[in-house]
């Protein structure tokens, strides 16, 4: 499985900016699809996941301004991303966990700067 994140950028505070990540291999059955962050100087941190079922969760950070979203028929994952603060500020990675397999892929990172 290989994963491939477009739509990184610089943008203003209170900006918005949309995330993809298209997947492509092997890719089929049951997983999580999911965007990770890390800035500098920090650890990685799960930002937002979503399921094969619908199922959805998100940091506290970004709860009420990012919205992931995704298009099983494509393998295609988004991230919306509205009110960006400073604090958003890192790459992005984009990651799949295969439930059969139990495998997790990463996507190459996508820097998100947000800066006026």
């Known amino acids: 499985v290989q994963l491939q994140a477009f739509g990184g950028g610089l943008v203003q505070p209170g900006g918005s900016l949309r995330l993809a990540c298209a997947a492509s291999g092997n890719v089929r059955g049951v997983n999580i699809m999911a965007w990770y962050r890390q800035a500098p100087g920090k650890q990685r941190e799960l930002v937002a996941g979503s399921t094969t079922g619908g199922n959805t969760d998100y940091a506290a950070s970004v709860k009420g301004r990012f919205t992931i979203s995704r298009d099983d028929a494509n393998y295609t994952v988004y991230l919306q991303m509205n009110n960006l603060m400073p604090e958003d500020t890192a790459v992005y990675y984009c990651?799949?966990?295969?439930?059969?397999?139990?495998?997790?892929?990463w996507g190459q990172g996508t820097l998100v700067t947000v800066s006026s």
């Open positions: 990651n799949l966990v295969d439930f059969n397999s139990g495998t997790w892929y």
